[in-house]
């Protein structure tokens, strides 16, 4: 999972990529680095970028994505955020939005 650094290079990679999940953390967060390994290895099962990006580093991700709690883990298709999970993230519901990410890619293909 790439790490940003910086809002620039948020705003640089959602205008560049036609999807994209995107995980944040932020400092001292069990939840996040509990559910942090379980959300990279499904990288590997879909062709969708995964991103990571640490709110505390970088706060104004947190502010213009309104993220008011940690961890969230969001998909965006064609700049436009389609689905959130915040929190407590259930594994299943989140490879469920996945595989309709893939769908809607693959008929705009």
């Known amino acids: 999972m790439e790490e940003i ?9 959602s205008a560049s ?8 953390k ?6 996040c ?15 969708i970028p ?3 990006v640490n709110a505390a580093q ?4 947190a502010g213009q994505l309104a993220l008011f709690t940690a961890p969230v883990v969001l998909l965006f298709h064609k700049e436009k955020e389609t689905a959130r999970f915040a929190r407590f993230v259930q594994i299943e519901q989140l490879k469920y939005r996945l595989d309709e990410l893939v769908e809607w890619g693959d008929e705009h293909a």
């Open 33 to 47: 680095e509990g559910l942090y390994p379980q959300v990279a290895s499904l990288q590997e099962q879909y062709p």
């Open 17 to 24: 990529e036609p999807q994209l999940l995107l995980f944040v």
């Open 58 to 61: 970088v706060p104004e991700m």
């Open 26 to 31: 932020t400092d001292h967060c069990s939840v």
């Open 50 to 52: 995964f991103y990571k």
């Open 5 to 13: 650094g910086s809002f620039k290079q948020w705003l640089d990679i």
